[in-house]
């Protein structure tokens, strides 16, 4: 009745309205699909694991015994930089004794302290259009969907998805990522998203205040994911129209999005280790 | 066994996108070397077999991305239908239109992308430098897109060779070009 040709063009097309439906589905966040993704993210991430070792193994190898060039120049470098740091954590051991004196005077909740993992990436998302990344420490580490990521130069991203072992970060230069953050100089609030590649901008901050070039973006602590403090980027540009309430305001984060190697993951005080096991 | 060696290959693929591609100096982000082996499979293998891979690889990549779910399988389809509809209109392809069939099929998925965030509802967001991510993408699929083409070529002619060596028997194969 049908020739073979004409069934399989029926059929492709079935096919395409199927994922068109799905796509509907998924796209609106309504609905999620873990099952199956956390089995393939399984499956997958043994194998970026071991060419992204790979790769870095051949790597440290160049730099570490063939590329040895400027290692005395960055020697001095960096012990002039430690002796500021040293003198830079004794401020901080003062300013932390004397918080925590004046905190048990107010009779503030004693906070708990958060514990970090700390996770290698192996891999990155197929699709140039989403900025995401995967690491790989999952749920039996205690890494569960919505926990922050950072480093130590500032906020790297959240976790969105986490299978056993393996987890997928958002980072926060991805255009779908928010994070609530504050101008550490004037205290402004804005929202902190993505704009390409090596650019944030900050939504949302008032006209009124005063936003200089350099002023230091901190998080606000208020979207329940990212803790008071953390370091995001630095204003690299501030743009007031003659209209409008808000102003247009660019950042540079902090990290470095293309040498991202490794990441720390912010574990909630009482995750329950065990639980993924 | 021609249907492992799909999946072979479509790994593989996946993995240097993943692992290997982001220690590379690209801006942004490589295109989906996944279209230049669906375009192989639809110039040389029969449309069960295009459609299979389209299918196995759409979950596989939809799962490691954080695109909205469906998105791969859908795109894959979509590029498969247009590579036959191309080839059934060209009736054949030389070594000048094989990189524009690529890079078609590439533009074509960034166009699709962009049209999921236009979707009802949808949440995804394009981002602010989309021309320049599309338009390196597509110069990079005119410049490299045959050489991945001809390398999924030649690594099936590699397996159907050792296939028969074990077997001793033919893994029905595509024609040279």
Redesign the interface.
């Known amino acids: 009745m049908f020739s073979k040709?004409r069934l399989?063009v029926a059929?492709?097309?079935l096919?395409?309205a199927l994922?068109?439906?799905?796509?509907?589905?998924?796209?609106?966040?309504?609905y999620?699909?873990p099952g199956?993704?956390n089995?393939?993210?399984t499956f997958?991430g043994p194998?970026?694991e071991i060419?992204?070792k790979a790769?870095r193994f051949s790597?440290d190898i160049w730099y570490q015994y063939f590329f040895l060039v400027s290692v005395g120049q960055t020697n001095e470098r960096l012990e002039a930089a430690m002796g500021e740091c040293v003198a830079s954590q004794n401020r901080c051991v003062e300013l932390a004794l004397s918080n925590s004196r004046l905190r048990s005077l107010l009779n503030f909740r004693q906070q708990q302290p958060d514990r970090l993992v700390a996770a290698e990436v192996?891999?990155?998302?197929?699709?140039?259009?989403?900025k995401?990344v995967?690491i790989d420490k999952g749920l039996s580490d205690g890494v569960s969907a919505g926990r922050p990521v950072l480093m130590a130069e500032g906020v790297v991203g959240m976790v969105?998805q986490a299978a056993n072992h393996y987890a997928?970060v958002?980072l926060v230069i991805?255009?779908?990522s928010a994070v609530d953050a504050l101008i550490q100089s004037n205290r402004a609030r804005g929202v902190v998203k993505?704009?390409?590649?090596d650019t944030c901008r900050l939504l949302y901050v008032l006209r009124k205040h005063e936003v200089m070039e350099g002023d230091l973006v901190i998080s606000s602590g208020l979207d329940g994911v990212f803790p008071k403090g953390l370091r995001i980027g630095s204003v690299m540009g501030v743009e007031k129209t003659n209209t409008g309430v808000f102003q247009a305001i660019q950042l540079r984060p902090f990290v470095n999005f293309e040498k991202l190697e490794e990441v720390m993951v912010l574990l909630s005080a009482d995750a329950d280790l065990d639980a993924g096991r | 066994m021609a249907y492992l060696f799909h999946i072979l290959i479509g790994f593989g693929l996946l993995l240097v996108q993943t692992a290997v591609a982001p220690w590379m100096p690209f801006p942004g982000g490589f295109y989906d070397l996944q279209i230049p082996f669906l375009l192989y499979l639809v110039i040389f293998r029969p449309l069960g077999e295009a459609v299979f891979v389209a299918l196995f690889m759409g979950a596989v990549v939809d799962s490691v991305s954080t695109t909205p779910f469906g998105f791969y399988g859908l795109a894959y389809q979509v590029i498969i239908a247009m590579g036959y509809w191309v080839l059934g209109f060209l009736h054949s392809l030389n070594r000048l239109l094989i990189p524009l069939f690529v890079a078609l099929g590439v533009l074509l998925e960034n166009l699709l992308m962009l049209g999921a965030c236009l979707l009802p509802g949808a949440m995804a967001r394009p981002p602010r430098d989309v021309s320049e991510l599309i338009l390196f993408q597509v110069t990079a699929a005119l410049l490299t897109g045959y050489f991945i083409l001809r390398g999924c070529h030649y690594l099936h002619r590699g397996w159907r060779g050792w296939m028969r060596t074990l077997f001793k028997s033919d893994d029905a194969g595509g024609e040279a070009f």
């Open positions: 040709n399989a059929g492709l097309l096919l395409i994922h068109l439906t799905i796509l509907t589905v998924s796209g609106s966040r309504r999620y699909f199956p993704a089995v393939i993210t997958t194998f970026q060419v992204s790769i790597r192996i891999g990155k998302d197929p699709s140039a259009w989403y995401s995967v969105t997928t958002l991805d255009q779908n993505g704009l390409s590649a």
